[in-house]
């Protein structure tokens, strides 16, 4: 079955890095558009960064300049760069690949103190 499972969450101080991964199905991996989304408490879920099996990437406004999304097709696994965190950061994130349906990673939370 198609299985996304995240990993790399935990807690930084502002200003610090963080790398998430998420593995993805090697089935479905190579034609799918794969994201991340994060959802923090109190607030709807959102779409964080998005890549194309093309290369296009797509962010939100509130990470532009401080997050990259990128894909190692080798190891069927999609990242997110997260630097220079912010407290409003905070949040579960969420892996996320379409094909002919959408599949959800269980998340990872990011915790980020100021």
């Known amino acids: 079955q198609v299985q996304l499972v995240e990993s790399g969450g935990g807690l930084v101080q502002a200003g610090g890095s963080l790398r998430l991964s998420c593995a993805v199905s090697?089935?479905?991996?190579?034609?799918?558009?794969l994201a991340w989304y994060r959802q923090a408490p109190g607030k709807r879920r959102e779409l964080v960064a998005r890549?194309?099996?093309?290369?296009?990437?797509n962010y939100a406004d509130s990470v532009k300049g401080r997050f990259t999304i990128s894909r190692d097709n080798v190891k069927n696994t999609v990242y997110l760069q997260m630097n220079s965190l912010k407290a409003e950061d905070t949040a579960v994130y969420y892996c996320?690949?379409?094909?002919?349906?959408?599949?959800w990673g269980q998340g990872t939370q990011v915790t980020v103190s100021s």
């Open positions: 996320n690949t379409k094909t002919r349906n959408d599949y």
């Open positions: 090697r089935s479905i991996f190579s034609r799918s558009v």
């Open positions: 890549l194309s099996s093309g290369g296009t990437t």
